[in-house]
């Protein structure tokens, strides 16, 4: 599931392959994208902000992506499988002799000029990869009042980077119900968690293999409660439940007696 540090890895990933070069040769599913006018343009910037990635092209404009739940980057030496109908958004660019393609992404789109890239930007929260400042974002968290915590922490206009597998390892790090409302918990509470956040991304930033994700550096399973429902808590052996938000179809998954409910936190 790709989340900040795994969209910052791909930056680094992609930068070799496209960056400082002239595309050659590009094919997309996505018309907006003006992949015939970028040919023998420069790749000038690779950045991302939170869950998005920039690929740009000096003023010409930029290729926006966000992965969502299933998009993925590869890279190919020869040309790109690209049938001629897929169900899903694809892109390919090749600079040199390898491919970097896209397939699956949730949002495809190009920002010509800069103006629309910084508009994205003005939504998206403080990007917890790069410098930012956890009292303000305890603070707008704060400020959402009943909504739960493990909502809060996915909000992007908020902190961006945070993704479903870091929101209940950092409730589970910092014992605290899934269901508290964000409007109960100290500042103090609410800022290292955020900071607890932004180490972990930092951390999983450092390892380039994919998949890798840890939030947990010693021995035994890389996660401490994602993905572990029914199975016995690190901690203290009650069994880790798995919760499932209807709305957003997303799990949250908790210890039940490591991280009581409580009043005020
Ligand atoms: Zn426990």
Redesign the pocket.
């Known amino acids: 599931m790709p989340e900040g540090d795994s969209i910052h890895r791909a930056a680094t990933r992609m930068r070799p392959v496209l960056l400082g070069k002239k595309i050659e040769e590009g094919l997309t599913t996505k018309a907006i994208i003006p992949v015939s006018r970028l040919i023998d343009r420069e790749v000038t910037e690779i950045d991302t902000h939170g869950k998005y990635l920039f690929i740009r092209f000096g003023t010409f404009g930029s290729i926006r992506i966000h992965l969502g739940m299933d998009g993925r980057y590869f890279y190919r030496r020869l040309a790109p499988p690209f049938p001629p109908t897929q169900p899903v958004h694809l892109l390919a660019l090749r600079a040199g002799k390898a491919w970097m393609c896209c397939r699956a992404p949730k949002i495809l789109d190009w920002d010509a000029p800069l103006v629309r890239e910084q508009e994205v930007r003005g939504l998206s929260g403080q990007d917890l990869l790069k410098e930012h400042d956890s009292n303000v974002i305890a603070q707008e968290m704060q400020r959402l009042g009943d909504l739960p915590i493990a909502s809060a922490l996915l909000r992007q206009n908020i902190a961006a980077g945070i993704g479903n597998v870091y929101k209940s390892e950092i409730l589970f790090l910092e014992r605290v119900h899934p269901e508290t409302a964000t409007g109960d918990l100290s500042l103090e509470k609410l800022k290292a968690m955020v900071d607890r956040a932004a180490w972990l991304l930092q951390r999983n930033v450092v390892s380039y293999t994919r998949d890798r994700r840890t939030t947990r550096f010693g021995m035994g399973p890389k996660l401490s409660v994602y993905g572990r429902g029914d199975e016995p ?1 690190l ?4 069994r880790i439940v798995r919760m499932v938000d209807r709305e957003m179809a997303r799990s949250t998954y908790f ?1 039940p ?2 991280q009581k409910r409580r009043a005020s936190v």
């Open positions: 808590c901690k203290c052996g009650a210890c007696s490591c």
